[in-house]
């Protein structure tokens, strides 16, 4: 019986350390998940616009580097 009362005083704390740790490692995944999310977003939104991020060379020369997406051709007027 008082191996089990020992027994008990050790897993009782220990299975709440568990929780506790368990919770933190959730929350930072779930952080982790939003901020993967994120950068997907941005890369995504940056494709759209018209000019690209400069490469890290040309930002500290001073270079700026513009691509712009290819006009569409425009149908021939119809006859």
Do not use: N, Q
């Amino acid at each position: 019986m008082i191996t089990s009362v020992l027994g008990l005083t050790v897993a009782v704390p220990m299975y709440l350390f568990y929780l506790y740790f368990l919770g933190r490692a959730k929350r930072l995944v779930h952080r982790l998940e939003r901020a993967g999310i994120e950068m997907v977003h941005l890369i995504a939104d940056a494709r759209e616009e018209e000019e690209y991020a400069p490469f890290r060379g040309e930002v500290s020369s001073g270079k700026k580097r513009t691509t712009k997406k290819p006009e569409p051709e425009k149908p021939a007027p119809a006859k």
